[in-house]
């Protein structure tokens, strides 16, 4: 089982750029999430899905945008790519509202 | 603002010792999650405690709920190199519209040979 697929790996972006990074599952879990990992944080929480075509905010929220058209996938988008979006990104999916995550194995992202 | 507190933030052992790192919040969770991550891999899961009291155990870890579902802690008994990692709890709550999951800062747990 292929599990949580993020891509792509590594990516360098300019500042003011955009882009889309990645995120599939192939367990049909219900509850997909999005993370942004920084030295001393933690993980914290940029946006959250419990099902297709329902998403909400988490901690973090500005400066990204998602949607979950289907049940697989569940896309992260920079609008405007700054300095302080440098980070390493995961999406994780569970089955259960109580948690009890999968997660991808990250997309670390510089902006310069 | 942090949900969840972990303590301590590094730890440092010989093999065999034993250690505990607690995680500690304000809020009630309706369950509790730890993991372990080792670098340049996301988080995996340890296990997930529901009920308030609860104690799981996996080989030589041990996981407490906390009886007002607020705390937990991680238990493990003669360490080993291969417990080195970065250790994380997190908690599901209900918060705005549905439930979310957020995560503690993080225990670094390193077991020297």
């Known amino acids: 089982n292929a599990g949580v697929t993020q891509t792509p790996k590594f990516q360098v972006l300019k500042t003011g750029q955009s882009m889309t990074l990645q995120c599939a599952q192939d367990m049909n879990h219900e509850y997909m999430s999005w993370y942004r990992q920084d030295p001393g944080m933690g993980l914290r929480l940029i946006h959250y899905?419990?099902?297709?075509?329902?998403?909400d905010q988490g901690e973090v929220p500005n400066g990204y945008n998602v949607s979950r058209s289907t049940t697989e996938d569940f896309p992260l988008r920079l609008l405007s790519a700054a300095p302080s979006q440098t980070s390493v990104y995961f999406c994780?999916?569970?089955?259960?509202?109580?948690?009890?995550?999968?997660f991808g194995s990250g997309t670390r992202l510089t902006v310069v | 603002t942090q949900l969840l507190e972990q303590s301590p933030q590094f730890l440092s052992i010989q093999e065999g010792e034993n250690l505990t790192v607690y995680c500690n919040s304000s809020?009630?969770?309706?369950?509790l999650q730890w993991y372990r991550q080792e670098p340049g891999e996301g988080p995996v899961l340890l296990v997930t405690v529901v009920t308030g009291g609860e104690v799981k155990k996996l080989k030589r870890l041990t996981f407490q709920f906390g009886d007002a579902r607020k705390d937990s802690s991680l238990h493990i008994t003669a360490a080993q190199p291969g417990d080195t990692g970065l250790y994380l709890c997190?908690?599901?709550?209900?918060?705005?519209?549905?439930?979310?999951?957020?995560f503690g800062t993080g225990t670094k747990l390193q077991v020297i040979p």
């Open positions: 899905s419990v099902g297709a075509g329902i998403t």
């Open positions: 997190a908690g599901s709550h209900h918060s705005g519209g549905y439930q979310k999951v957020t």
């Open positions: 809020s009630v969770f309706s369950s």
């Open positions: 994780a999916s569970s089955f259960s509202r109580l948690g009890g995550y999968t």
